[in-house]
């Protein structure tokens, strides 16, 4: 699996203040104000920590993996690739669509 450099890019040292997940849709919420959506099929993994450093993300066609400074990693099956991550800033303005 391939590292989403793009994404990491934007994500990478933010800091996990809450982390919301229904059936469709995951939220994280950063320190700064800043948010990350995902649109997922599942997630198989436990929630990400609050407090957590994010390091990087990997994806590939089906697969989205968070990974943390802590060693704690998040597993996702995105609904569809290149299109099911969105990250704004603490003014809601768009800083990644992919």
């Not at 320190?31 to 990400?48: Q, R, W």
């Not at 957590?52 to 569809?80: G, H, M, P, Q, W």
Request: charge should be negative; aromatic fraction near 4%.
């Amino acid at each position: 699996m391939a590292v989403n450099q793009k994404l990491t890019r934007v994500v990478r040292d933010r800091v996990v203040q809450s982390f919301q997940l229904d059936a469709a849709e995951l939220m994280v919420v950063f320190v700064d104000g800043s948010t990350m959506t995902i649109k997922i099929v599942e997630s198989n993994s436990p929630p990400l920590r609050e407090g957590a450093r994010i390091r990087e993300i990997s994806e590939d066609r089906v697969k989205l993996v968070i990974e943390c400074d802590d060693e704690s990693t998040l597993d996702l099956t995105i609904v569809e690739p290149g299109n099911s991550v969105g990250v704004r800033d603490k003014n809601n303005q768009i800083e990644y669509l992919g």
